[in-house]
């Protein structure tokens, strides 16, 4: 009773997680007033799900080993290290401390501005004068875009658990992949036809889209899978090369002969698909980021053979496909990367990160606090050309002026650790590693991406990021352990 409870409570758990990534990407558009109250409810359920089996099904859940020569016992309780839950721990305490009243010369001494601009609000309007202060400059705004810092934080958990299982991760990665082809094939189908629709909602733009509001999100989502559409390729090939090591790098298919005369040649159409999508997206964003995560991919993958099987067939097709869109409309891209910004003069992404500069001089240390930066940015605007960015166009520096040095530095530890750590984990991946180096490239892309985009405003792309970097470490607890003991044991494959 007590394995079958564990069974159904691990489906659950992907089930939510699948629900939550989908409605991000798919359906947030349509309804974005609910959109955070139904995925905090999904990845809500589904971490009380995985408590659940963590408090009360640790021991009989299948995935403790108890030989200690197989490996460290691996229980479902997603990435663990200190080196990155220590630096999100204090990074969600200094988001609190943000948003708590303190005495006003207190917050005078660390942070002089925010306390400047309180007493000016209070010469206007005398009734808002008090003797506490936060260093969020607007607490309730804070308070409003908490959810959007808990749920990366809550499918990375998840991530991590979903990993404890290569056949729970594997399945994961192919539903996703699933998803982002309809999510590509409907952008292009919208584009291409001339319906232009965001689902039901009429859109004028002529870019392909998809599901999103900004061409530059469906860029990025796409961009981001690319590499693992690439890597997913090789590992199901590997599946019909017989090896008696299955952590040999033989596994891999030794020619492009190979790919083609598998079964599983179809899946040679997803990165195609994708790629085409990213050029109709008309984005430069999506565009460097594709072409960041493939470098990395090569790069990463120079001593072993699936780079040298690709290198005919993934040549040709991106040397065809990149010949088509330089004689399409996408040549008006190529044109824009000449460009500042998105608008004329001044108004552009130039001048916004130039203004943004002044509020990160002013509010140093202790920033302005989540979801202000609409409403602190006029104050820094040179001249009025009609136009008011809600977000800084670049996450990292939005993320320094809402968290302030203080806040970035335990969040630049913990991607930093992330990406060490999980690139440590391809290495003895066995023959995931293919799909698992297409997921950390798409990552490191998706991360460059973010320098000139708001890629994670979007719940979809910040929630999938979130739950890839946790898979990715969450292999890490399959060190030590034969993939060959591992698939063929009923136990240790178990859900």
Sequence with gaps: ??????????????????????????????????????????????????????????????????????GRPASPSGPQSLWIWGPITLLGLFVILQMIPLPVPLVGALSPRRAELAQRLSEGLPELKSSSLAFSVDPNSSLRALPFFVFPVMAFLLGGFLASSRRRARGIIRILLFLVLAEALYGLAEQLTGHRHVLWIPDKGWDAQGTFVNRNHFAATLSLFLPVAIGWLYFRISDHISDPDPDRDSLLPPTFWDILNSRHSLWLFAPAVLVLGIIQGHSRGGF????????????????????????????LLGLAILGSAIESDYRVVFNRFGERGD????????????????????????????????????????????????????????????????????????????????????????RDKPWLLGVWCGLLGLALHSFVEYTFHSPGIVITASLLMGLLLGFGRLHGISEHQRERSPELAQE
């Excluded at 991919?297 to 780079?307: E, I, P, Q, T």
């Excluded at 989540?370 to 006029?378: E, H, I, K, S």
């Excluded at 104050?379 to 136009?387: I, L, M, N, P, Q």
């Design 1 to 70: 009773m007590n394995d079958l409870l564990i069974r159904w409570g691990n489906r659950a758990i992907g089930t939510l997680v699948l629900a939550a990534v989908s409605w991000g990407v798919f359906i947030h558009s349509a309804f974005p007033a609910i959109s955070a109250t139904v995925l905090f409810g999904l990845l809500g359920l589904a971490v009380c799900i995985w408590a659940g089996l963590r408090l009360f099904a640790q021991d009989a859940s299948g995935l403790r080993l108890r030989n200690s020569r197989v």
């Design 343 to 430: 608008y004329e003069g001044e108004a552009g992404r130039m001048a916004t990160w130039r203004n943004s500069l002044g509020i990160v001089s002013d509010y140093p240390w202790f920033g302005i606090g989540l979801g202000n930066f609409a409403d602190v940015y006029p104050r820094y605007e040179k001249g009025d050309y009609g136009w008011r960015p809600l977000q800084a166009h670049d996450e990292w520096l939005e993320g320094l002026l809402t968290f302030g040095f203080l806040g970035m530095c335990p969040l630049v530890i913990a991607l930093v650790v992330c990406f060490v750590k999980s690139y440590r984990v391809i290495r003895h991946a066995g």
């Design 288 to 315: 460097s980021s594709m072409v960041f995560g493939l470098a990395f991919m090569l790069w990463a993958g120079l001593r072993s053979r699936m780079v040298r099987a690709f290198a005919v067939v993934g040549i």
